[in-house]
């Protein structure tokens, strides 16, 4: 993992590595330059300071700080969590499409918010869910069968993607016209195209007026997701995220959760696991497609694991290298590629001196391609997470967060990210017909698309 490895042992664990498309740290550009690609594809315009050093901050008045140490990182987002806030301008930003949720809250509010939806999303939960999950994979698989080539699979891990929240976190569908959700759904979320986070150390004027009002799909959403709840409250359980959010409470103090806040939260969901999960499923099919071996091992472990049937909860744990893949593609193009706080007080954190008000940013993709941390950064190795390998620090390696604000569809994430690369690449095989280019917006997504080629095994 760390760059005193052998300088062999790479190439043993994993025949022919190869390093899929990144740019490369900037080294010398002129202000107006880097202010275009920063507006155009924020990674692009991140200097080699943010990949080599331990802090950064840009050379303009009231720039915020890049913390790229691990010490610095846990410090902000996990010691001091209290002092680091997201920030009334994160709130302005987000409030539009998250409403009251725990994702826009802060203090008490949060923390009982936190503290009533976490126990529908423990790891245990997921047994129950697994198999709507997989559900989605093979939808998937019936369509490509019959679909004509080739085929553009980011647009298909969106789907795949919906399926699963349409299954898990809509009810599965009864209360929705599947197609109409979907275009609402994308509406809602594209609001957040104005909301990029890089837009954060913009002034505050820079995020009111019509870019900030939430869009017409979205009330129209939030009243398809109203009359869900209304129905589920005397329906019979089905056995999803509803039922299980409908019973919750606050463990310390009993307080349910009303359902105006259910709806925010459950739309706040969407909005958090939606193109997340989409964009690193479609990653790993890609990179996994690139690199004949994985594809392999993928495979073979599945057999293994599940001696033919299908892919359940029960066989998580034991498909230990599908899920190497799935944590290698998190390194590699991190959704959440970039974390912001706000220091509420004039503070030191590892020897530098923050004054409150200083805007933080967390460039989780700088860090997981961190020279000083990591062996071959760029390079496709997913026996980086091999169990006898040291595991990377949490805090340099965080693809769902750190400290309290850590992700709360992890498990949710990892289950489905898991069962649906297992369930997809037992079946089929992709062949790429193109080299996306990462683009930073809501997440990396993978510029141009991933056209490929679908060819089944026989059954
Ligand atoms: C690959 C998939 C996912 C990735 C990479 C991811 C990443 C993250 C990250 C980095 C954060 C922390 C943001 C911060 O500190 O500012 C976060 C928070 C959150 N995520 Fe996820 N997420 C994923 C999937 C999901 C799913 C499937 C759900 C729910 C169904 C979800 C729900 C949430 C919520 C509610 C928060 C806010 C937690 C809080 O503020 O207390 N995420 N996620």
Redesign the pocket.
């Known amino acids: 993992m760390l760059t005193d490895d052998a300088p062999g042992a790479f190439a043993e664990r994993t025949p022919q590595p190869f390093s899929p498309p990144h740019p490369e740290p900037l080294e010398r550009m002129l202000p107006w330059q880097v202010l275009a690609r920063a507006m155009r594809n924020p990674i692009e315009a991140w200097p080699r300071a943010l990949f080599e050093g331990t802090s950064w901050r840009p050379p303009f008045p009231g720039a915020p700080i890049f913390l790229t140490d691990p010490a610095g990182v846990r410090a902000a ?1 996990v010691d001091h969590a209290e002092d680091f806030p ?1 920030g009334a301008l994160w709130r302005r930003v987000m409030h539009p499409a998250w409403g009251e949720g ?2 826009t809250s802060e203090g008490p509010e ?1 923390r009982w918010q ?1 503290r009533a ?1 976490a126990p529908p ?1 423990r790891a245990a939960q997921m047994a129950a869910l697994a198999p709507r999950m997989r559900a989605a994979a093979e939808a998937a698989l019936a369509r490509w069968r019959t679909a004509l080539q080739p085929i553009d699979i980011a647009v298909e891990t969106g789907r795949i993607a919906f399926d699963v929240i349409l299954d898990t ?1 809509l009810s599965g569908g009864e209360d929705f016209e599947r197609a109409q959700t979907e275009a609402r759904v994308r509406a809602f979320l594209g609001q957040l195209e104005y909301r990029r986070l890089s837009y954060l150390f913009l002034p505050d004027r820079a995020h009111r007026g019509k870019h900030n009002k939430p869009a017409p799909e979205a009330a129209l959403l939030r009243a398809d997701v109203d009359r869900m709840i209304a129905r589920r409250r005397s329906a019979p359980p089905r056995g999803d995220l509803v039922d299980l959010l409908l019973g919750t409470t606050d463990p310390e103090t009993g307080r349910p959760m009303d359902d105006a806040l259910l709806r925010d939260n459950l739309l ?2 969407i909005l ?2 939606h193109e ?2 989409a964009v ?1 499923l479609g990653w790993a099919l890609w990179l996994t497609a690139m690199h004949a071996p994985t594809g392999t091992r993928i495979r073979a472990e599945v057999e293994a694991v599940t001696a033919g049937a299908p892919v359940d909860a029960g066989h998580i744990d034991a498909l230990v290298f599908t899920r190497q893949v799935i944590q290698e593609t ?1 390194r590699l193009y ?3 590629y970039q ?2 706080r706000v220091c509420m007080h004039d503070t030191v954190i590892d020897g530098r001196a923050i004054r409150a008000g200083t805007r933080i940013l967390v460039p ?1 993709y700088a860090l997981h391609r961190h020279r000083a941390h990591w062996h071959a950064p760029d390079a496709f190795d997913p026996d980086r997470f091999a169990p006898g390998e040291p595991q990377p620090d949490r805090h340099l390696y ?4 750190a400290g ?7 498990a ?2 990892m289950t ?2 898991v069962v649906i690369l297992a369930t997809l690449a037992r079946s089929a095989r992709f062949t790429p017909l193109s080299t996306p280019w990462p683009v930073a917006s809501t997440s990396i997504r993978p510029g141009g698309g991933l056209p490929m080629r679908v060819s089944f095994t026989a059954a």
């Open positions: 987002m997201h725990l994702v949060w936190r939806a999303f976190v706040g969901f958090a696991g997340t999960s690193t998190l991190p959704p959440g974390l912001t989780v965080l693809p769902f967060g309290p604000r850590i992700c709360l569809g992890a949710f994430a489905e990210l």
